[in-house]
């Protein structure tokens, strides 16, 4: 589980964007298994891959269990027709992302939170090996944030999704996320486990701002806290 971060502007988006291939690189290259991501066939990618922008859109009108059926269009034959393994596919995901009592209310009705899970349900009926979402806690209030998060952490650790994601929050980026990708005028400018990459010269750095760096006495994990008021 990776969080891109870094200041507006830096390229997070972007490198996610050109991590799920809607985006060309300019330079270098994005490998898949060891492959070219771009020699892989569309579908056989969107398979593997599922990418939730900040702000998806549906119909207001649309059932939460129709909106999670449409992860199954990259499975499904010419004809679009449904298979017994697409509704299967589509229960599993509606459990695994715990809205499966939500099947029948419509986007319209959800709260943000109820929303952002019905999304990552969406993404699941592709049954990917990778989920990539971009500030996927956005409008969302701290309640809400957790219980998001905390589930990414769930399909990480227990279904063995790999989950990479722009975050603003470094607190919780250092908290959820095992590894860190920091981005500053769209470079790559140091990666590695929260403890290597936010300290406070490296903050400073790449935000331009002086923090203090603290380590939870809890988990170990950096929390960090901008010098003075």
């Known amino acids: ?57 549906a119909p207001a009108d649309l059932a939460v269990v129709e909106l999670v059926s449409r992860g199954r269009h990259p499975h499904r034959g010419l004809l679009g027709a449904s298979s017994e393994r697409d509704r299967e596919a589509v229960e599993r995901a509606l459990a695994l992302a715990g809205v499966a009592g939500l099947r029948h209310r419509t986007v319209a009705t959800l709260s943000g939170g109820e929303r952002q899970r019905a999304w990552v ?9 990778v989920l990539l979402l971009d500030e996927p806690t956005t409008f969302l209030d701290i309640g809400h944030q957790v219980e998001l998060l905390s589930l990414l ?24 996320a095992r590894r860190l990708v920091a981005v500053r005028a769209g470079e790559v400018v140091a990666e590695g486990p929260p403890s290597a990459v936010l300290t406070e ?12 760096v603290y380590l939870d006495p809890q988990s170990g994990v950096p929390v960090v806290a901008p010098v003075g008021r």
């Open 1 to 57: 589980m990776t969080a891109i971060i870094g200041p507006n502007g830096s390229g997070k988006s972007t490198l996610l964007r050109i991590a799920g291939r809607l985006l060309r690189p300019q330079n270098g290259e994005v490998r898949f298994d060891g492959r070219d991501a771009w020699s892989i066939s569309p579908r056989d990618f969107a398979r593997r891959v599922a990418f939730l922008p900040q702000a998806p859109e």
């Open 121 to 129: 349900a969406l993404a699941l009926a592709q049954e990917p090996d």
């Open 153 to 176: 952490v769930r399909l990480n650790e227990e279904q063995g999704l790999t989950v990479l994601m722009v975050m603003h929050d470094l607190p919780q980026a250092a908290h959820y």
């Open 201 to 212: 010269a490296r903050v400073e750095a790449i935000f331009g701002v002086a923090v203090r």
